[in-house]
């Protein structure tokens, strides 16, 4: 399984945005897809969660905000972002656990990541 995230950018706060994450591999249609993010000087923490089954989760931080969905015909699972705010400011990337695993905030229990796509708010 092989991730690429890409959608990110310099926006203003206040604006939206929406990352995509292409997943390549035959086990996607069976792979629970998270989104993380890394803040500059920061741990890299939970952003959003999505099982192939439907659930969703979201850190407590961003619930409300962003919005995770996934198109498994297309293999990409999309993040939008609404109401950026500077403290989202951060690298964002998408990652996949092995496939029949759900939904996890775990980060550990993500085996495939991709290079991520930096986010830049402004205020």
């Known amino acids: 399984v092989q991730l690429q995230a890409s959608g990110g950018g310099l926006v203003q706060a206040g604006d939206s945005l929406r990352l995509s994450c292409t997943v390549t591999?035959?086990?996607?249609?069976?792979?629970?897809v998270g989104w993380f993010r890394q803040a500059p000087g920061k741990e890299r923490e939970f952003v959003a969660s999505?099982?192939?089954?439907?659930?969703?989760e979201y850190a407590d931080s961003v619930e409300g905000r962003f919005t995770t969905s996934r198109d498994d015909d297309k293999n990409l699972v999309d993040l939008q972002i609404y109401t950026l705010k500077p403290e989202d400011t951060a690298v964002y990337y998408c990652?996949?656990?092995?496939?029949?695993?759900?939904?996890?905030?775990?980060?550990?229990?993500?085996?495939?990541w991709g290079p991520g796509t930096l986010v830049t708010v402004s205020s």
């Open positions: 591999g035959r086990a996607f249609a069976r792979s629970t």
């Open positions: 990652a996949a656990r092995k496939p029949r695993y759900g939904i996890s905030t775990d980060i550990s229990e993500y085996t495939y």
């Open positions: 999505s099982s192939w089954v439907g659930p969703t």
